[in-house]
């Protein structure tokens, strides 16, 4: 079983930066990736990025290209997001996940293990 917990959410302003952590636990932790999803309200969770535990390849959604960077630290177990130039339409509960098969990076459904997700919001 792995356990993911998110960290470091909180209420900023518009433009600020912020970084989210997710430190995974569990017997054997290998996925094939991470990824962090978001849900604001009354929306469907989304894709926001991904990186590939084995070879760090990383993968974007469109709307927060060249804003966020998803790393790693696979002694820690450990996946981040920074978050820059925050915009209030970013405000979601956000949600890391891990997946071991390779395909369907952005879709949640395909991904094995979810944390309990850690509120942001950007006030304009």
């Known amino acids: 079983q792995v356990q993911l917990v998110e960290s470091g959410g909180g209420l900023v302003q518009a433009g600020d930066s912020l970084r989210l952590s997710c430190a995974a636990s569990g017997r054997t932790f290998s996925p094939y990736a991470m990824g962090w999803f978001r849900q604001a309200p009354k929306r469907e969770r989304e894709f926001v990025t991904a990186i590939t535990w084995s070879g760090g390849s990383t993968f974007y959604a469109d709307s927060v290209k060249g804003r966020f960077t998803i790393s790693k630290d696979n002694a820690k177990n450990t996946v981040f997001l920074q978050m820059k130039s925050l915009k209030p339409e970013d405000t979601a509960v956000y949600y890391c996940?891990?997946?071991?098969?390779?395909?369907?990076?952005?879709?949640?459904?395909?991904?094995?293990?979810w944390g309990q997700g850690t509120q942001v919001t950007v006030s304009s």
């Open positions: 996940a891990a997946k071991s098969g390779s395909r369907w990076l952005m879709t949640p459904g395909e991904y094995d293990y």
